[in-house]
Nanobody
Framework: VQLQASGGGLVQAGGSLRLSCAASGRIFSLDGMAWFRQAPGKEREFVAAISWNGRTLYVDSVKGRFTISRDNAKNTVYLQMNSLKPEDTAVYYC?????????????????WGQGTLVTVSS
């Protein structure tokens, strides 16, 4: 099982980025998927999650700015990030829960991608 995250980069405050996470090696369509992030010197933080049938969950700090979505035909989950702020700077990780749950608890996730760095300059 592999999760390949991409799309990170350097962006100015107020800008946008779209992260992608491509899954391979297992049936993806029934998995719950999520994005977490970890800033330097801080603990891993939940960002957003999506169930196998499209139900979503967000941390309060990104509501209205970030959108998680999935394309099961492409085995890919996305995180559209708008109105980015310097405090969004972190390494972003995608994760998969083979039981189909969509939760903010990182211990529930079975598979993790390698992370992609997002840097937001002020």
């Amino acid at each position: 099982v592999q999760l390949q995250a991409s799309g990170g980069g350097l962006v100015q405050a107020g800008g946008s980025l779209r992260l992608s996470c491509a899954a391979s090696g297992r049936i993806f369509s029934l998995d719950g998927m999520a994005w977490f992030r970890q800033a330097p010197g801080k603990e891993r933080e939940f960002v957003a999650a999506i169930s196998w049938n499209g139900r979503t969950l967000y941390v309060d700090s990104v509501k209205g700015r970030f959108t998680i979505s999935r394309d099961n035909a492409k085995n890919t989950v996305y995180l559209q990030m708008n109105s980015l702020k310097p405090e969004d700077t972190a390494v972003y990780y995608c994760a998969a829960d083979q039981d189909g749950k969509y939760t903010s608890d990182y211990v529930e996730y079975d598979y993790w991608g390698q992370g992609t760095l997002v840097t937001v300059s002020s």
